[in-house]
C-alpha cells in the first residue's frame, strides 16, 4: 500500500479536488460553503489527492458528502479512512446523527452502520445544507436514497 497522508482540506486544494470528484462522478458544488469540514488523503510526498470526504454540519446533524477515491486507488481501505474521519469531524463538532444519499452504493454505507431513511428526515434534519437545497434545486430529491447512522 502507497504511504498516504490524511488531512484537512484547504481553499488552494480546491482545484485538485475537483479533478478528483469529476473522476469519481461526484457532485463538486457547495463542497466549501461556511459550515463544510473536508478531510483529503494524499500519496506522502507528492501532490496527489487520492482520496476526499466531506461533511456538512446542520445544528443537530451532519450530512456526509462527496466521499470519493481515485479509482487507482481504490480496495486500500482509503474510503473507509476518510468516512471514519469524517464521523470523527461530526463528533467533535457535537452532532451525534450523520446523514447522506445515496442511490447505487447503500451496500456501503450499512457497513458502516447506516439505515434507510426517509428524505424528508435529511431535508428536515439539514434544511440549510448546501447539498440539500441543490439536489431540490436540481429535482434529485425525489429520486434520492437517504441513509442515517447515529454515532
Same mark, same amino acid.
Given at each position: 500500500m502507497?504511504?498516504?497522508?490524511i488531512?484537512?482540506?484547504?481553499m488552494?486544494?480546491?482545484?485538485r479536488i475537483?479533478?478528483?470528484?469529476?473522476?469519481?462522478?461526484? &457532485?463538486?458544488?457547495?463542497?466549501?460553503?461556511?459550515?463544510?469540514?473536508?478531510w483529503l488523503?494524499e500519496?506522502?510526498g507528492k501532490?496527489?489527492?487520492?482520496?476526499?470526504?466531506a461533511i456538512e454540519l446542520?445544528?443537530?446533524?451532519?450530512?456526509?458528502?462527496?466521499?470519493?477515491v481515485?479509482p &487507482?486507488f481504490?480496495?486500500?481501505?482509503?474510503?473507509?479512512a476518510?468516512?471514519?474521519t469524517a464521523?470523527?469531524?461530526?463528533?467533535?463538532a457535537g452532532?451525534? &446523527?450523520?446523514?447522506c444519499f445515496?442511490t447505487?452504493a447503500?451496500?456501503?454505507?450499512?457497513r458502516?452502520?447506516f439505515?434507510? &431513511?426517509p428524505v424528508?428526515e435529511?431535508?428536515?434534519?439539514?434544511p440549510e445544507?448546501?447539498?440539500?437545497?441543490?439536489f431540490?434545486?436540481i429535482g434529485?430529491?425525489?429520486?434520492?436514497i437517504?441513509?442515517?447512522k447515529?454515532?
Open positions: 502507497t504511504e498516504i497522508i488531512r484537512y482540506a484547504m488552494d486544494d480546491f482545484p475537483k479533478l478528483l470528484l469529476q473522476r469519481c462522478h461526484l &457532485v463538486t458544488d457547495g463542497l466549501f460553503e461556511p459550515g463544510t469540514q473536508c488523503i500519496e506522502y501532490q496527489a489527492i487520492v482520496g476526499i470526504a446542520g445544528d443537530n446533524a451532519g450530512l456526509l458528502r462527496s466521499v470519493g481515485d &487507482v481504490r480496495r486500500q481501505g482509503l474510503g473507509a476518510l468516512t471514519n464521523f470523527e469531524g461530526c463528533r467533535m452532532r451525534h &446523527v450523520i446523514y445515496s447505487g447503500g451496500a456501503y454505507w450499512q458502516f452502520g439505515r434507510e &431513511v424528508n435529511v431535508i428536515n434534519a439539514l445544507s448546501p447539498q440539500v437545497n441543490q431540490g434545486r434529485w430529491l425525489p429520486a434520492e437517504a441513509w442515517r447515529d454515532l
